[in-house]
């Protein structure tokens, strides 16, 4: 696509530039407002000729349904939405840094890009050069972000079913408020000179309260909770499962269980019989281990519940001792963009 003639969508009021990211039904483009070049959104294009049974359209629908009806600092917001003949245009913020997974596995690339991220992380380092985990600053602070993002969710009877680190995008501090006070009045959770986390992509997202069940297979396997791996009924603890493979991933640099396929996955995680390995590498102090255990749990009815998780004690600790006092680099205009998850 052109930078001389980018495509303009919704009546003119946004351009489509870049191609940043591509999946198996959408391609996401970097863009800008028309009346103003330096408000950089996210252009979600879905092709109607890749939809091609009713049930791939049908969760475009309740995505786009579901991203109207909510807004919260740490859940990517849907600006704006066109339907041509042939497209459809979903106008998301902008997530400038990627997703979790960028920071996790190709942070040394992050931080050659970005002069933000090269400032945390000489501040917050990982446990050890040849470590993949997150420094506990990242990890409490990303936990606190994602708990405060599904506790909204809850309160309007949503689960997302596809929680993992590529869906959890990463912005970029809030420019213009650069202090602790700011940056929570405004909603925001954790500390505030950090990039922040954004849940994404509600394709596989549905109303469900907390005792329903449902049946549908998806999600991705190496982030499912084995109740949904072994085609059964289950409920919005689901979702918790999914955060504890992304917390112990934060901490730990890889996924807890790994496995080709759905059954053998299933299997794994089985014979496990609820012992969480954790690598002599990995530091992850008693109360974050005993909070991973307890959202790894194979048995649903045992699994933590939502107002346990929300009243843990690391969901809730005072972060503010970990922000940065020093000035960081402005991001904007500095550095090349991230590929993002779609």
Known sequence: MSEEKPLMIVGGQYAMEKEIGKGSFATVY????????????????VSRSKL????????????????????????????????????????????ALGDLTFLIRRRKELMENHPLLATVFEKYPPPSEHHNGLHRAFVINYLQQLASSLKFLRSKNLVHRDIKPQYLLLATPLVGYNDSKSFHELGYVGIYNLPILKIADFGFARFLPNTSLAETLCGSPLYMAPEILNYQKYNAKADLWSVGTVLYEMACGKPPFKAS??????????????????????????????????????????????????????????????????????????????IESN
Request: include cysteine; charged fraction near 35%.
């Open 30 to 45: 970097k863009g800008y407002r028309t009346d103003d070049k330096s408000y950089h959104i996210a252009i979600k294009a």
């Open 261 to 338: 396929n759905h059954l053998e996955l299933f299997k794994k995680i089985k014979r496990a019989n609820d012992t969480i390995i954790f690598a002599s590498q990995c530091e992850v102090e008693p109360a974050l281990r005993e909070l991973i255990c307890s959202l790894l749990t194979f048995d649903p009815n045992s699994r933590i519940g939502f107002a346990e998780f929300f009243d843990n004690e690391l969901v809730n600790e005072d972060l503010s001792h970990y922000e940065i006092d020093e000035d960081i680099p402005e991001l904007e205009n500095k550095s090349k963009d991230v």
């Open 52 to 95: 091609k049974n009713k049930k791939l359209l049908e969760n475009l629908e309740i995505e786009i349904a579901i991203l109207k009806k909510i807004k919260h600092p740490h859940i990517v917001g849907l600006m704006d939405c066109e339907r041509t003949a042939t497209d459809f245009y979903l106008v998301m913020e902008y997530c």
